[in-house]
C-alpha cells in the first residue's frame, strides 16, 4: 500500500521544526553525526521522512552532509558566532527603526515584548534552562515581527541563525548571565518607549556582543522536561 503523501509531509515537517528547534538552541553537540535509527526513534518519524527533513535542514546550513554519508552537526568556529551576531543585528535593528519611524512604539503595541521580558524572569526564578533559552529567543523574535515587515520577518525566521548563549551549564554563572541578559531586554524596551531608536540599537549591539559572558562549557545536554514545554 502507498504511502499517504499528506502524512510523509507532515512527518516530515514534524521532524524538521523539532530537529532546527533543537540546533537553533544549540542542544544538539557540534560535530555530532545525526544518525537516522536515533533520531526516527526519537522523533516517531519514519527514516524517509527524516532524510527529507535533513535535507531541508542542509539546505538551511544547520547541518552538513558528511564525506562519504550521513549528516552532521556542524562545528561553529569564532568566525561564524561574529557573523551570526552581525546578521542578527542588521535584522533586528532594521526592526527597532521601523518601530520608532512608524510610531509603533506605544506602551500597549510593545506589551508583547514585556510579556516575553516577564516569562524570562520567571523561568530564570524558576532555574528551567531550556525554556529560558526559548524565552530569550522568543523575545528577538518577537522584536522582528513588531516591525510587521513581512519580508523582514521572513528573513528571520529562515535564516539559520543560532541563538549564541552564555557558555554556562547551571548554577549561579547561568542565573547570573541570565539576569543579565533580561536587563539588556528590558533597556531594549526602554529605549523603544523612549522613541531613542540609537540607543535601542546600541544596547542590542551590546546585548548580541556580550551574550557569552561566563566562560565554559556549552550546554550539550537536553535538560529534562519542563512544565508546559512539548516533548522531541
Known sequence: ?????????????HAYKQLRRLLILQQIPEGQRLRETEWSARLGVNRSALRE????????????????????????????????EQVRYVIEGAAIDIIVKSGLNTPEYLQPLVQTCDLFEQLISDEYHLSRVEADRRFHEKL??????????????????PLVHPESVSGP??????????????????????GDSERARRCL?????????PSGPRIRKEPQAEPGQSGT
Request: hydrophobic residues 40%; proline residues 4%.
Open 1 to 13: 500500500m502507498a504511502a499517504d503523501p499528506e502524512a510523509t509531509e507532515s512527518k516530515r515537517e
Open 53 to 84: 527533513a535533513f535535507v531541508l535542514l542542509e539546505a538551511e546550513g544547520l547541518i552538513v552532509a558528511g564525506p562519504k554519508t550521513g549528516y552532521y552537526v556542524p562545528d561553529l568556529t569564532v568566525r561564524d558566532f561574529e557573523e551570526i
Open 144 to 161: 522582528v515581527e513588531l516591525s510587521q515587515n513581512r519580508r523582514l520577518i521572513a528573513a528571520y525566521r529562515h535564516a539559520p541563525l
Open 173 to 194: 554563572q547561568w542565573t547570573e548571565s541570565g539576569q543579565g541578559a533580561l536587563a539588556e531586554h528590558r533597556e531594549i524596551v526602554r529605549a523603544l518607549l523612549d
Open 205 to 213: 549591539d551590546e546585548h548580541l556582543r556580550g551574550v557569552r559572558r
